[in-house]
């Protein structure tokens, strides 16, 4: 008797260990897949323009974008200055007014983008008619360490949809 009792307790032990050791292999594959201290890059984030694509307006003098009429993945050139290495990462959103005047439609919002690197291409939430539309570009930063937000950027953009 206490021999089985030995035995069903050991096996109850060797079970209990080998879900810790999985839990504890996704935990560490998951770290190392987000990026640095846990931090969810933007997968389409990269330091190299892909061939054949239309360089955009960096942040810099940001007043204007263009993109296709009836389209939802669109070029754009979205940069994080390599100046801010060490400093911060940044995300970008780009809203347009709701209807009602009073809230905003996101049309997009990337993940954290790291220094020195730029999103060339972006899906909108919904393919846009031609037009004129007022934008804003809101540009989140958020410092390296401890990822806390800083001080957002927010500009007015003319949007032109052709």
Same mark, same amino acid.
């Given at each position: 008797?206490?021999?089985?009792?030995?035995?069903?307790?050991?096996?109850?032990?060797?079970?209990?260990?080998? =879900?810790?050791?999985?839990?504890?292999?996704?935990?560490?594959?998951?770290?190392?897949?987000?990026?640095?201290?846990?931090? =969810?890059?933007?997968?389409?984030?990269?330091?190299?323009?892909?061939?054949?694509?239309?360089?955009?307006?960096?942040?810099?003098?940001?007043?204007?974008?263009?993109?296709?009429?009836?389209?939802?993945?669109?070029?754009?050139?979205?940069?994080?200055? =390599?100046?801010?290495?060490?400093?911060?990462?940044?995300?970008?959103?780009?809203?347009?007014?709701?209807?009602?005047?009073?809230?905003?439609?996101?049309?997009?919002?990337?993940?954290?983008?790291?220094?020195?690197?730029?999103?060339?291409?972006?899906?909108?939430?919904?393919?846009?008619?031609?037009?004129?539309?007022?934008?804003?570009?809101?540009?989140?930063?958020?410092?390296?360490?401890?990822?806390?937000?800083?001080?957002?950027?927010?500009?007015? =953009?003319?949007?032109?949809?052709?």
């Amino acid at each position: 008797m206490k021999k089985r009792a030995l035995y069903i307790a050991s096996c109850v032990a060797l079970v209990l260990l080998l =879900v810790f050791d999985l839990c504890l292999c996704f935990l560490l594959i998951g770290v190392r897949e987000s990026g640095e201290g846990g931090v =969810v890059l933007d997968p389409n984030a990269g330091a190299e323009r892909p061939s054949g694509a239309v360089k955009g307006p960096t942040i810099k003098g940001f007043s204007s974008l263009t993109v296709p009429s009836g389209m939802q993945t669109v070029a754009i050139d979205l940069y994080n200055p =390599v100046e801010n290495n060490g400093l911060y990462y940044l995300t970008f959103e780009l809203r347009l007014p709701d209807e009602s005047g009073h809230g905003y439609e996101v049309l997009f919002k990337t993940e954290h983008v790291a220094p020195g690197l730029h999103i060339y291409q972006v899906t909108l939430s919904r393919a846009l008619q031609t037009g004129e539309y007022t934008a804003q570009l809101l540009i989140r930063p958020y410092r390296m360490e401890g990822l806390s937000p800083t001080n957002n950027v927010s500009a007015v =953009v003319k949007l032109t949809v052709k």
